[in-house]
């Protein structure tokens, strides 16, 4: 790409940096834009000013928007079969084990976790890779998890995915107008002398040359590469992003450029993102509401505030120790940290009761017997855990009892009813359980 | 296991007499190809002293493997040509025969690598792996010694029934107690240099803490001087004493991990620092990419490498980060701060307008 | 492990089964009458439609062909005897039949032949791996160097003569324009048992042309192989530990390298024993696949069977030895 003179010209009939307002700023982002393309670009006047502007804060949360994507009791157990002759089912891998949550409308929610606890598989379930074992997803009034493949294809053009890879996930002997343009033949959306100038559209909307719509994906770098699966995912206009690990394959410079490229679509388009990643700083820059996930399961979800500043959930707080910071430079030396022992163990045959129990050091009798149950305990903040509370603060005896019905050792007191109402729901009641008093309050 | 420490450490006080362990100075590696040599690595100079740990951060084709691989001597001694200086405990590696080199390598200095999946052999039990690297540089051992060695190295890295697991292939472990049995491999001659090239990236977060513990531990015990490859400036912050910031096959900014991070004085650091979100930052925090793409280092920039995605030359008069390669100079706190910028106020530049934009919350701290 | 052997068995027992069903439709509903070669034959060259039919009552032609082939598998199993025109012939069991043309038993025709390709090809493999492998790594340790470059353009000319063209001027040059007296005694076979310096000499010659042209296919399955594990990370770990280069090159690189280019023999092994029909016919040794051609030829149906089947049986196994051999020499593959 050379010095473009038409940047301005171009620029014109497309909405990018449509939340910059005055014109003059409105060639500066297609400048910057170009800027992320290509390095052999010669800049002249790129200030720090103009570059910060383009960059963005942590995404804020709406909490009055509705759910684009309600995610119920979701299940994905994949067989595992015996050697021998005949092939028996000996076991299953509970990958993904009964979670639930919602995704809001043009929002953002954050899966994390360590590698094997479900959240790419998840991930895979929602744009119907994989059919799920049971569950609903329930998205424009339909369940995902209940459609055929061909009463899936419609929809897929409202759910859409974007990959780790950006080396393997495009076609290398297609170019990249046809990558691009592919998703928009197949659902015959427009004719076929409107897929081209909608392919430079889609390009340009990421920051790369329209004009390369005829090269192919070697030619890009890696960020560059996955912009282009961006625009692959965009081309429908979809309604919620599925977006697994969308920048750990990329160098730290260009994992912000793809973050803020990102911001800027959910802005303009209203897309919805599940935000799949194990890096929890980016994750809580991107998604306003986060689901931490062990082993298959929620352990514990909630707004970012509450989930990076005051888990409840052993697991969240050893996970957040661990996470190196920067800041810690001006102190030196390592910091505090929960440490973890011992490896996941395996989805196959995971624990009874709590499925963290043999790495808590909290864990007693109760948690071997009784699954602690996903519960509201705050306003948007739900944990998976018997002694659920501040880290330094966890309770001594089990919150979960008069829940449950059971006494202080998970065994069943006689005569009690259990009161697991609002226990399972993907999104938030207007009540909830108060750890201190033990009763159900509100707002 | 008891007495190797006491014996290192001993060795450790009469080696700062002598200066650093690890002494690298004007560093240049260069690979011929057919479009042209493409020069990785050039005027590189740093220093390593027993029980402290160098961070050298950098992107892809920053140079930092490269560099470090130079110390090992792994480069093809065919493909690649290297000057300088490199001195190992007093030894001069650069240009030192093969077999006396190979006498240097995973004995007096070992290293780790990113993918342990990949960097042990398939076919072989990880502790025919370990004895193997031991028995190399301990000819007069038996068989049986080390795999005494190799089972207690196991244990001391926190492999549960070392015994057993001995016995295993590198694909029957989980990815942390791959890595684990790597460090292990490494430290089984005692190294007085332990080079580890990215060796938490592929890991989960919680595994990378067990890791990253179990090398400082390590450090302690052995006193090895330690250099840590990495992008990640959370690692950077939490391990190393020093850092070492490289662009383009440059060093860029060099000096104490506190300076580098809390005050550095280099567009391409502040790059660093504002394109990675921080766990515990301010959600007001913006965060700032660096544009464009690491360089070519077949065609690399004229003058300074990093001008043309640099968003502060314009604070620099005339055409001097095009035309000019900056100076690896002192900054404002001293000798011990090197950087290579030719802004003139580089640190009123960060903490005015840097620092508010991706830091609010640390701009009253520092002032 | 002992479930997959099952497994592979069965399965192949279904190829063997199919294979011979195709070769027996083959000819049944070939263009003339399977009977008519030997009719021909029978009555030099005087055979009338009348004459036809009483060999193919006899042979069994004018029953449905499922019986006919139910016979055949039968034989496998249980003694039988066979009746060509006026004559009977005892074949015991497995029997494969009776040759259209000698009349003998195709099975100890069958087992006679065995010496002969046998030793074609133990010689040729041999040959193969004895300089392919070793050339193969001594390339790949100096690849991009001009003798690499040399060796491996002058390897490709020659894999891609025709192997019969090549094997033809192998024989013209050394035996007929330079004389070389070590190779005249070509194109007699004689058992080992009669003496190895007769045998030796008789198959050196066609050993000659099937290791040149099989160690150039194996010298670049090595050289391509021992390129892509000396480029592995845990070549370079091995580097790092300090070892020696010969321990890096064989012990870690080979290694890895010889997985691949043992597949690949295992299965051309299994094609030599086979009956390697072009080295047979070119040096006129008559082995199986010599024997093979002339069946062909003289629409010797029980022959021709005999040939398919024995090829059939012999890759079958050849695979399964590969799969078990794979398993032991890469212990992350695990056969199920």
Known sequence: MTQDPNAETQVQPTEVGANAAEAGERQLTAEASDAYGTHEVGIDNLDFAAVAEHGHAASELDPDAPAVLTVDNLKMYFPVKSSGVVRRTIGHVQAVD????????????????????????????????????????????????????????????????????????????????????????????????????????????VGLNPEHYNRYPNEFSGGQRQRIGIARALTLNPKLLVADEPVSALDVSIQAQVINLLQDIQAEFEVAFLFIAHDLAIVRHFCPEIAVMYLGKIVEIGDRDTIYNHPHHPYTQALLSAVPDVKQAAVGGRRERIRLEGDVPSPINPPSGCRFRTRCQFAQEICAKVEPPLLQIGKRHKAACHFAGELGAHPATPVTTQLLGVDDQGSPVPGATPTNTQLTIPGYEKTWYDLKTKQTTGA | MTSIPMTQSSAAETSEVEGPFLQVED???????????????????????????????????????????????????????????????????????????????????????????????????????????????????????ARRKAIEMLDRVGIPQPDRRVDDFPHQFSGGMRQRAMIAMGLINDPSLLIADEPTTALDVTVQAQILDLLQDLQREFNSAVIIITHDLGVIAEMADDVLVMYAGRCVEYGSTKEILVAPEMPYTWGLLSSVPDVTASTDARLIPIPGNPPSLLRPPTGCPFHPRCVHSDKVPGDLCRTTLPELLPATSGPAHLKRCHLADPLKVYRTEVLPEIAPDLVEETR | MFAYVVKRLISGVLVVTLVSMAIFLLFWYGPSSPAQPICDRETSNRCTQAKLAVYEKTLGYDNPVYEEYGKFVKGIFIDRTLTIASSEYECTAPCLGVSFRTKQPVKEELISRMPATFSIAIGGAFLYLLFGVPIGVAAARRRGSVADKALVSSFLFISSIPYYLFALLTWLYLTITFEIPLFSDTGYFSPISEGPWKWFSGLLLAWVALGIFGCTQYTRFTRGAMVEALSEDYIRTAKSKGL????????????????????????????????????????????????????????????????????????????????????ILDPRVRLS
């Open chain 2, 27 to 145: 560093l240049k590696v260069t690979f011929p190809t057919e479009d042209g040599p493409i020069t990785a690595v050039s005027g590189l100079s740093y220093s390593v002293e027993k029980g402290k740990t160098l961070g050298i951060v950098g992107e892809s084709g920053s140079g930092k493997s490269v560099s470090s691989m130079a110390v090992m001597g792994l480069h093809d001694a065919k493909s690649a040509r290297i000057s300088g200086s490199i001195r190992v405990g007093g030894t001069e590696v650069v240009g030192l025969g093969e077999s006396r080199m190979r006498a240097l390598r995973g004995n007096s200095m070992a290293m780790i690598f990113q993918d342990a999946l990949a960097a042990l052999h398939p076919f072989y039990k990880i502790g025919a792996q370990l004895e193997e690297a031991y028995l190399v540089h301990h000819s007069s051992a038996s068989k049986r010694d």
């Open chain 3, 244 to 327: 020696p280069a010969r321990t890096i090159v064989y012990k870690h690189g080979l290694r890895a390298a010889l997985v691949p280019v043992v597949t690949i023999f295992g299965i051309d092994f299994g094609t030599l024993l086979a009956g390697t029909i072009f080295t047979e016919r070119i040096f006129e040794i008559q082995g199986i696949g010599w024997w093979s051609l002339e069946a062909v030829y003289g629409k010797d149906l029980p022959v021709v069977m005999a040939t398919a089947l024995f090829s059939a049986v012999v890759l079958i196994t050849a695979n399964l030895l590969v799969d078990i051999v794979y398993s």
């Open chain 1, 98 to 205: 009964g979670i639930s949550f919602e995704v809001p409308k043009g929002g953002s929610i954050g899966l994390v976790g360590e590698s094997g606890c479900g959240k790419s598989t998840t991930g895979r379930l929602i744009t119907r890779l994989y059919k799920p074992t049971g569950g609903s997803m329930m998205f424009a009034d339909q369940d995902l998890a209940k459609l055929s493949n061909s009463e899936m294809k419609p929809l897929r053009r409202d759910v859409q995915m974007i990959f780790q890879d950006p080396y393997t996930s495009l076609n290398p002997r297609h170019t990249v107008g046809t990558i691009v343009g592919a998703p928009l033949e197949v659902h015959k959306i427009v004719p076929k002398n409107k897929v081209l100038p909608r392919v430079q559209e889609l390009l340009e909307v």
